[in-house]
Each structure stands twice: as structure tokens, then as C-alpha cells.
């Protein structure tokens, strides 16, 4: 039999610690946003963390010893997940804003995961088909954490992506520092070497990640805009490692550079890796002063994909990635976008794709022929098969330099 003070200081344990996790949720929506956003970009996140917080406290009582235990571990994972985000974040550009509650985190996901542990060992059970019940159980709680409980890790991390320090980079020949201005009013943070051949590219989603792809256009007389992703490093914005919302910094980019006076005729390209490549198809699908589109290492982004491909991995897929996507929705305030198989449909003549993706890459690149299938413009595909994701130029790095600059060439510097 349970003792009722100590389930009521069990309870007083889990509503404490609830509120310091609420606290940390609205610092970080409401007080201490990322830089050029405010409160209203996170109204969504915010009540909705605030109010599942508030559900979780209100229910906990109400469950048996079982439920409080895996309402306490799930709940002590995630917080335990924001406080590493906090500290990387801290090591990297400094402690600034959420990350100050967010070391709050630690100890107190430390508590949840005591406390689960404690309950669950208090409320095992005699019988002869105990280690069968065990076992059921024990399934259960596997299955709800693929399902549930990693898809919104996933997300907590896609949305809060430690910054990083950049440092100045040796790309071949002098570059300047650049902003390029979003139509939503963030400023991106970005790296120019001027053009030398009328055409320029450019690179994304970071400015550093494939320093030596760009040092390979540089000599071969392209000028290059190396840019930070919203949210990634340098540039204002939340961050959301999927993308989604980012081909709003595509089209800055390239509005950016039609206004540079060595970029001749609107000769503009793009190469990204990985959800750079995904953000540079969907730019493209809707922007045609986006010429030339070198894409590496794209895949699934969001369930549109998973639902778009059919049966084959459902069961332990879907539900994943459909709380995933529901997550990300909530955490950004934005839809999930339509698939990739969609998006380039909508890319036609005159522009050109080139995909590229490895044989040991990550989520969805083995669908990249699909992609090339669905498109109407002047397209290329290759596959690299003993290529890591987006590891094609270490792989194969003068065949990579061979087939991109051909095909910049082509697209780019062959038109009238």
C-alpha cells in the first residue's frame, strides 16, 4: 500500500519541477527570444508548452503509480535533452537569454528520472505471469518512445540548434562580409568572393560546413555567397534544421545578388547540401531567377513524404514522423511544406537540377531518382555509392569537381 504523504510529497516533487520546466518555456518563448524575433513568432510554442505542462501537473495525481512514472521519465528525458542544447549553446557563442534557465534543466530532469525510476520500483507487482506483464510493458514503453518521444527531441533540437562562433575562413581569393535582408526582416549573415566569370552561386545553408566545395568555384572564376541559414550561427531568425520556411532566404539571396554588378544577365546558381539542397529545390519551384540548382544529399523533411511514398515503412515510420511534424509545426509556427516529389514538378525549362546523393546517406536520399523523374527542367542525377551524407567530394573529389563545374558551366555560362 502506498503511504499517502509519501505519494503527496511524490506529487509536490513532479509539480515543482514542472514549474521551473514552465519557467524555462517561457523564458524562452516570451523574455528571450532568438535575435529579430519577438514574443508574437512564438505565441503558438509558448501557450502550448505552457498548457501541456499544465495538463501534465493537473493529471499527475490522477494516474496510477505506472503512468506517473512514464509521464515523469518521458517529460525527465526531454528536459534533461534542453539542457544539453543549453550548455552546447553556452560553449559556443557564450551563455545568453533561455540558456541561464535552461541549466536549470539538468538537475531537475536528473529529479524526473529518479523519481520515475522510484515509482516504478515501488509499484512491481507478485504474481506468476509477472515477467510476461514486465515484458508487455516494457515493449510498450519502447514503442511510445519511438513514437512519441523521440520524434519531439527530434524537433526540440531542430528548433534549437546551438549557435557556433564562425571564424574567418581561406577561400582562395578575398571575400566581404555581406548581409542579405529577408522580405520577413531578418538579416543573414553571409560571405561574398566577387565574380570573375559573370556567373555566381550560392552556397547554403552554412557559410562554413563545405568550405571546400566553395574554395572549387572560387578557382574556377564563380563568384560565391556563402550564407547562415535563419537561426544558424550568424544570421537572426529561429533556426529549424528541416527548413520549411527558409526559401525565403534563397529568394533574398538571390535578389541580392541581381543587384551585384558582376553578375552578368542574372547567371545565378545554387548548391546545398542537405536541407540547403531541399530549401534550394523549393526555392527554385517557385523562383526562376534561380537558374541552376546543384542539390546534395536532399530527403524526407516533414510527413508529406512519408505519406507521398506509400505503405512500405508505415508502421514504424509514420506515426514518427507524424508527431514529428506536428511538433515542428507547433515549435515554429509554420506548416509543414509540400513534398519534394511536388515541389519539382514545378521546376521547367529554363533552369536546370543536377541531384546528387551517396549510397550510405541519410532519411530519403535513396528517393532522389524520384525527384529526378518528377522534374521537367533540364536535369542530371548521380549517385556515389561508397559516399557518406553529403560526403560526395571527399569521396570522389575530382569527379564531384568535374561534374558540378560542368554542369554550372553549362547551365550558367553557356547562355546567350
Not at 349 to 366: K, L
Request: hydrophobic fraction near 45%.
Amino acid at each position: 500500500m502506498r503511504s499517502p504523504a509519501r505519494a503527496h510529497r511524490d506529487v509536490l516533487l513532479f509539480c515543482s519541477a514542472v514549474a521551473v520546466i514552465a519557467l524555462h518555456a517561457a523564458v524562452d518563448s516570451f523574455v528571450a527570444p532568438e535575435p529579430g524575433t519577438g514574443a508574437g513568432d512564438h505565441l503558438l510554442r509558448g501557450l502550448v508548452s505552457l498548457a501541456l505542462l499544465g495538463l501534465a501537473a493537473a493529471a499527475y495525481p490522477r494516474l496510477a503509480p505506472g503512468g506517473r512514472a512514464s509521464v515523469a521519465a518521458a517529460l525527465g528525458a526531454l528536459t534533461l535533452e534542453g539542457a544539453g542544447l543549453a550548455i552546447a549553446d553556452a560553449r559556443s557563442v557564450g551563455a545568453r537569454g533561455e540558456d541561464w534557465t535552461g541549466f536549470m534543466l539538468g538537475p531537475i530532469g536528473v529529479v524526473l528520472l529518479a523519481l520515475a525510476v522510484r515509482l516504478l520500483w515501488r509499484s512491481r507487482k507478485p504474481g506468476r505471469l509477472r515477467w510476461l506483464r514486465r515484458a508487455g510493458i516494457a515493449f510498450g514503453s519502447m514503442v511510445a518512445a519511438l513514437w512519441l518521444i523521440v520524434p519531439i527531441g527530434v524537433a526540440l533540437l531542430a528548433t534549437h540548434r546551438p549557435r557556433a562562433e564562425v571564424e574567418p575562413a581561406a577561400l582562395g581569393h578575398p571575400y566581404e562580409r555581406v548581409t542579405v535582408t529577408t522580405t520577413d526582416g531578418l538579416r543573414l549573415a553571409g560571405w561574398y568572393v566577387r565574380s570573375r566569370n559573370g556567373a555566381a552561386v550560392i552556397s547554403y545553408p552554412t557559410r562554413v560546413g563545405k568550405l571546400p566545395q566553395g574554395r572549387m568555384l572560387v578557382r574556377r572564376g564563380y563568384g560565391l555567397l556563402l550564407l547562415d541559414a535563419r537561426g544558424y550561427d550568424g544570421s537572426q531568425g529561429d533556426p529549424n534544421v528541416f527548413g520549411w520556411d527558409d526559401a525565403k532566404d534563397i529568394d533574398a539571396a538571390v535578389s541580392w545578388l541581381q543587384r551585384q554588378p558582376d553578375v552578368r544577365d542574372g547567371r545565378i546558381g545554387g548548391i546545398g547540401f542537405s536541407v540547403g539542397g531541399e530549401m534550394l529545390l523549393q526555392a527554385a519551384a517557385h523562383n526562376t531567377g534561380l537558374r541552376a540548382v546543384v542539390s546534395d544529399g536532399a530527403g524526407f523533411r516533414s510527413v508529406h513524404e512519408e505519406l507521398l511514398y506509400g505503405p512500405r515503412g508505415w508502421f514504424t515510420s509514420l506515426p514518427e514522423q507524424a508527431v514529428q511534424s506536428v511538433a515542428l509545426t507547433v515549435m515554429t509556427g509554420t506548416r509543414p511544406p509540400p513534398s519534394l516529389k511536388d515541389l519539382v514538378r514545378r521546376i521547367t525549362p529554363p533552369q536546370h537540377v543536377f541531384f546528387v546523393y551517396a549510397g550510405h546517406g541519410a532519411g530519403g536520399e535513396e528517393f532522389n531518382p524520384d525527384f529526378y523523374a518528377a522534374t521537367a527542367a533540364s536535369r542530371a542525377i548521380w549517385k556515389i555509392p561508397e559516399a557518406g551524407h553529403t560526403g560526395g567530394y571527399q569521396a570522389r573529389p575530382r569527379e564531384y569537381e568535374r561534374r558540378v563545374i560542368g554542369f554550372f558551366d553549362h547551365a550558367l555560362l553557356e547562355r546567350t
